[in-house]
């Protein structure tokens, strides 16, 4: 079964702190997906990255970056310079081959304080 | 550019009420689309999910119904709300299925009472 685990329920850092959010997946697949979504106070959830499970290269846009790593089953998404307008919950989600089903996890939520 | 809306924002229903959201897709062409709920501090269960006109599949067994009339039209149903149906609704649609990025409404808050 896939199964995709956030262990952090909240984080609560101070402008300008670099901050991690933690992924941890399950799949028996061998090709999948993994993705992270922002879903700011306005309710909608916002793309920010799709990685495939071929693809370990880290990725970084900005101020965001993202570990893959294959070996551990994590996919973990920093913030670096955390600013006011990142305060929001972050999903990571799965996707295996063959499905339509996307797995997300529980979901973080981040408070950025000034 | 592709844009979804889904309405009402929030709705508040008695129990025993029927239920009818709705979510129409612009700027693009059978999309496949889906509905998901959120419940408070957790992540997001899929509930129905369409790859075509009339083409419905249920994930968890429920009191809630969807249809898909029109090509970029997916509805939400019920005929009686139950006090468990409060939540929040998601509609999304993805080019593809599952692997690739959605692309989620606002949102609907609802609450039974």
């Known amino acids: 079964a896939q199964k995709v685990t956030q262990a952090q329920t909240e984080i609560s850092v101070v402008e300008k702190e670099d901050v991690t959010l933690d992924c941890v997946y399950e799949?028996?697949?061998?090709?999948?997906?993994l993705f992270w979504y922002k879903q700011p106070p306005s309710g909608e959830l916002v793309f920010l990255i799709r990685?495939?499970?071929?693809?370990?290269q880290n990725e970084i846009s900005g101020r965001y970056s993202w570990n893959f790593q294959k070996s551990t089953s994590s996919f973990n998404f920093t913030i670096t310079a955390s600013q006011v307008v990142d305060s929001a919950v972050y999903f990571c989600?799965?996707?295996?081959?063959?499905?339509?089903?996307?797995?997300f996890g529980a979901g973080t939520r981040l408070f950025v304080k000034a | 550019s592709q844009t979804i809306h889904q309405w009402p924002a929030t709705l508040v229903q008695p129990v025993g009420s029927p239920l009818s959201l709705e979510c129409t897709v612009e700027?693009?062409?059978?999309?496949?689309l889906y509905w998901y709920r959120q419940a408070a501090g957790r992540g997001l269960q899929l509930l129905f999910y369409?790859?075509?006109?009339?083409?419905i599949s249920s994930e968890v067994p429920q009191n809630l119904s969807a249809s898909r009339p029109q090509d970029r039209q997916f509805i939400l149903s019920s005929k009686k709300l139950l006090l468990s149906d409060s939540g929040f609704y998601l509609c999304?649609?993805?080019?593809?299925?599952?692997?690739?990025?959605?692309?989620f409404g606002q949102g609907t808050r609802l609450t039974v009472v």
């Open positions: 999304a649609w993805s080019v593809l299925p599952g692997n690739t990025e959605a692309f």
């Open positions: 799949t028996r697949d061998t090709t999948y997906y």
């Open positions: 990685r495939n499970s071929f693809d370990e």
């Open positions: 989600a799965l996707s295996g081959t063959g499905g339509f089903k996307t797995i």
């Open positions: 700027g693009t062409s059978n999309p496949n």
């Open positions: 369409s790859v075509g006109i009339g083409q």
